[in-house]
Protein backbone atom coordinates (compact mmCIF):
# COMPACT_ATOMS: atom_id res chain seq x y z
CA UNK A 1 0.00 0.00 0.00
CA UNK A 2 1.45 3.72 -1.17
CA UNK A 3 1.16 6.02 2.18
CA UNK A 4 1.36 9.78 0.93
CA UNK A 5 1.43 11.79 4.53
CA UNK A 6 1.92 15.48 4.48
CA UNK A 7 1.91 18.58 6.81
CA UNK A 8 -0.28 21.66 6.00
CA UNK A 9 2.61 24.22 7.88
CA UNK A 10 3.50 21.35 9.88
CA UNK A 11 6.36 19.31 9.82
CA UNK A 12 6.15 15.46 9.63
CA UNK A 13 8.90 13.64 11.34
CA UNK A 14 10.15 10.16 10.36
CA UNK A 15 8.96 9.25 14.02
CA UNK A 16 5.12 10.18 13.28
CA UNK A 17 5.06 8.84 9.53
CA UNK A 18 6.60 5.53 10.70
CA UNK A 19 4.16 5.39 13.25
CA UNK A 20 1.38 6.19 10.81
CA UNK A 21 2.40 3.42 8.93
CA UNK A 22 2.48 0.81 11.23
CA UNK A 23 -0.49 1.75 12.83
CA UNK A 24 -2.81 2.22 9.99
CA UNK A 25 -1.74 -0.27 7.90
CA UNK A 26 -2.35 -3.10 10.97
CA UNK A 27 -5.84 -1.82 10.83
CA UNK A 28 -6.02 -2.01 6.96
CA UNK A 29 -4.72 -5.39 6.63
CA UNK A 30 -7.28 -6.65 9.35
CA UNK A 31 -10.40 -5.12 7.39
CA UNK A 32 -9.38 -3.96 3.83
CA UNK A 33 -8.89 -6.83 1.39
CA UNK A 34 -6.72 -5.07 -1.26
CA UNK A 35 -6.79 -0.91 -0.39
CA UNK A 36 -4.56 1.16 -3.21
CA UNK A 37 -3.24 3.68 -1.09
CA UNK A 38 -3.73 6.16 1.84
CA UNK A 39 -3.37 9.60 1.96
CA UNK A 40 -2.76 11.33 5.71
CA UNK A 41 -3.35 15.12 6.52
CA UNK A 42 -1.55 16.97 9.85
CA UNK A 43 -2.77 20.26 9.77
CA UNK A 44 -3.01 22.71 12.68
CA UNK A 45 -6.69 24.46 14.00
CA UNK A 46 -6.14 27.03 16.18
CA UNK A 47 -4.83 24.81 19.19
CA UNK A 48 -5.71 21.51 17.98
CA UNK A 49 -3.96 19.22 15.84
CA UNK A 50 -5.65 17.46 13.06
CA UNK A 51 -5.43 14.81 10.71
CA UNK A 52 -7.29 13.69 8.38
CA UNK A 53 -7.04 10.07 6.37
CA UNK A 54 -8.45 9.15 2.95
CA UNK A 55 -7.74 5.67 1.89
CA UNK A 56 -8.67 4.26 -1.53
CA UNK A 57 -9.92 0.86 -1.56
CA UNK A 58 -9.42 -1.65 -4.86
CA UNK A 59 -13.21 -2.05 -5.10
CA UNK A 60 -13.91 1.59 -5.93
CA UNK A 61 -14.74 2.68 -2.37
CA UNK A 62 -13.03 5.48 0.27
CA UNK A 63 -13.26 5.70 3.90
CA UNK A 64 -12.67 9.02 5.53
CA UNK A 65 -11.87 9.83 8.94
CA UNK A 66 -10.74 12.81 11.04
CA UNK A 67 -9.48 13.44 14.35
CA UNK A 68 -8.68 16.47 16.50
CA UNK A 69 -6.62 16.35 20.25
CA UNK A 70 -4.27 18.78 21.50
CA UNK A 71 -1.02 16.69 20.39
CA UNK A 72 -0.45 15.57 17.20
CA UNK A 73 0.12 11.74 18.45
CA UNK A 74 -3.08 11.63 20.19
CA UNK A 75 -5.13 13.44 16.83
CA UNK A 76 -3.95 10.42 14.83
CA UNK A 77 -5.14 8.28 17.25
CA UNK A 78 -8.55 9.74 17.60
CA UNK A 79 -8.78 9.21 13.66
CA UNK A 80 -7.31 5.91 13.77
CA UNK A 81 -10.19 4.46 16.34
CA UNK A 82 -12.83 6.54 13.62
CA UNK A 83 -11.26 4.57 10.60
CA UNK A 84 -11.21 1.70 12.68
CA UNK A 85 -14.35 1.85 13.20
CA UNK A 86 -15.48 2.45 9.95
CA UNK A 87 -14.07 -0.56 8.65
CA UNK A 88 -14.70 -2.78 10.88
CA UNK A 89 -18.17 -1.79 10.66
CA UNK A 90 -18.46 -1.92 6.61
CA UNK A 91 -16.52 -5.27 6.37
CA UNK A 92 -19.95 -7.17 6.83
CA UNK A 93 -21.61 -5.34 4.21
CA UNK A 94 -18.67 -5.50 1.72
CA UNK A 95 -18.64 -9.42 2.40
CA UNK A 96 -22.15 -10.08 2.81
CA UNK A 97 -23.95 -7.67 0.34
CA UNK A 98 -21.47 -6.89 -2.40
CA UNK A 99 -19.56 -10.50 -2.88
CA UNK A 100 -21.38 -10.68 -6.15
CA UNK A 101 -18.97 -7.45 -7.32
CA UNK A 102 -15.67 -8.98 -9.05
CA UNK A 103 -14.11 -5.90 -10.17
CA UNK A 104 -13.87 -3.04 -9.42
CA UNK A 105 -15.90 0.27 -9.51
CA UNK A 106 -15.94 1.66 -12.87
CA UNK A 107 -16.36 5.64 -13.36
CA UNK A 108 -17.23 7.76 -15.94
CA UNK A 109 -16.46 11.50 -16.51
CA UNK A 110 -18.76 14.20 -15.92
CA UNK A 111 -17.98 18.25 -16.06
CA UNK A 112 -18.18 20.21 -12.68
CA UNK A 113 -18.73 23.68 -13.33
CA UNK A 114 -18.49 26.53 -10.37
CA UNK A 115 -20.43 29.75 -10.30
CA UNK A 116 -19.92 33.24 -9.00
CA UNK A 117 -22.55 34.51 -7.23
CA UNK A 118 -25.17 36.81 -8.85
CA UNK A 119 -24.73 40.93 -7.58
CA UNK A 120 -27.84 42.32 -7.66
CA UNK A 121 -27.88 45.34 -9.91
CA UNK A 122 -27.95 48.82 -8.65
CA UNK A 123 -30.18 50.42 -11.06
CA UNK A 124 -33.61 48.03 -10.59
CA UNK A 125 -35.02 49.05 -14.25
CA UNK A 126 -31.86 46.49 -15.65
CA UNK A 127 -31.88 42.99 -16.03
CA UNK A 128 -30.72 41.44 -13.49
CA UNK A 129 -26.71 40.06 -14.00
CA UNK A 130 -26.44 36.13 -14.66
CA UNK A 131 -24.26 33.49 -13.32
CA UNK A 132 -20.35 33.38 -14.46
CA UNK A 133 -18.24 30.47 -14.74
CA UNK A 134 -15.28 30.60 -12.79
CA UNK A 135 -14.15 26.90 -12.81
CA UNK A 136 -14.69 24.35 -14.87
CA UNK A 137 -13.15 20.55 -13.95
CA UNK A 138 -13.84 16.89 -14.89
CA UNK A 139 -15.59 14.86 -12.25
CA UNK A 140 -15.45 10.75 -11.65
CA UNK A 141 -18.92 9.58 -11.84
CA UNK A 142 -18.93 5.58 -10.03
CA UNK A 143 -21.17 3.20 -11.45
CA UNK A 144 -22.75 1.77 -8.34
CA UNK A 145 -25.91 0.01 -6.89
CA UNK A 146 -28.02 2.08 -4.49
CA UNK A 147 -26.79 -0.30 -1.12
CA UNK A 148 -23.18 0.79 -2.75
CA UNK A 149 -23.86 4.38 -3.15
CA UNK A 150 -25.11 4.54 0.50
CA UNK A 151 -22.41 3.05 1.61
CA UNK A 152 -19.48 5.35 -0.21
CA UNK A 153 -21.58 8.32 1.38
CA UNK A 154 -21.56 7.32 4.74
CA UNK A 155 -17.95 6.25 4.18
CA UNK A 156 -16.62 9.82 2.42
CA UNK A 157 -18.49 11.80 5.20
CA UNK A 158 -19.73 14.14 2.04
CA UNK A 159 -23.32 15.47 2.31
CA UNK A 160 -24.52 14.19 -1.40
CA UNK A 161 -22.84 11.56 -3.71
CA UNK A 162 -23.32 11.44 -7.63
CA UNK A 163 -23.55 7.94 -9.39
CA UNK A 164 -25.00 5.92 -12.17
CA UNK A 165 -27.09 3.33 -11.01
CA UNK A 166 -26.09 -0.21 -12.18
CA UNK A 167 -29.73 -1.28 -11.89
CA UNK A 168 -30.72 0.88 -15.45
CA UNK A 169 -27.68 3.01 -15.83
CA UNK A 170 -29.39 5.94 -14.97
CA UNK A 171 -27.98 9.05 -13.17
CA UNK A 172 -28.50 9.01 -9.32
CA UNK A 173 -28.12 11.12 -6.63
CA UNK A 174 -28.09 9.85 -2.49
CA UNK A 175 -27.65 12.76 0.01
CA UNK A 176 -27.93 13.21 3.74
CA UNK A 177 -31.02 14.60 5.02
CA UNK A 178 -31.57 17.37 7.78
CA UNK A 179 -33.16 14.66 9.92
CA UNK A 180 -30.19 12.65 9.40
CA UNK A 181 -31.67 10.09 7.17
CA UNK A 182 -30.32 9.12 3.61
CA UNK A 183 -32.32 10.30 0.90
CA UNK A 184 -32.47 8.93 -2.94
CA UNK A 185 -33.00 10.75 -6.20
CA UNK A 186 -33.96 9.09 -9.09
CA UNK A 187 -35.56 10.82 -11.97
CA UNK A 188 -35.77 7.31 -14.41
CA UNK A 189 -38.42 6.11 -11.63
CA UNK A 190 -41.21 8.65 -11.82
CA UNK A 191 -44.85 6.82 -12.32
Known sequence: MRYQITGKHIDIGE?????????????????AQRPT?????????????????????????NAHAKGHA????????????????????????????HSHRTEPV???????????????????????????????M???????????AVMQLELSGQKFLVFRNLGHGGVNVVYVRDDANIGWIDPTNDK
Open 70 to 97: AEIYAAFEACREKMDKQLRRYKRRLRNH
Open 138 to 148: EAKIPALTVGE
Open 106 to 136: EYGLGASYILAPTQEPEDTDTTPVSHVIIAE
Open 15 to 31: ALQTHVKSELGEIVEKY
Open 37 to 61: DASITFSKSGHEHVCEVVIHLSTGL
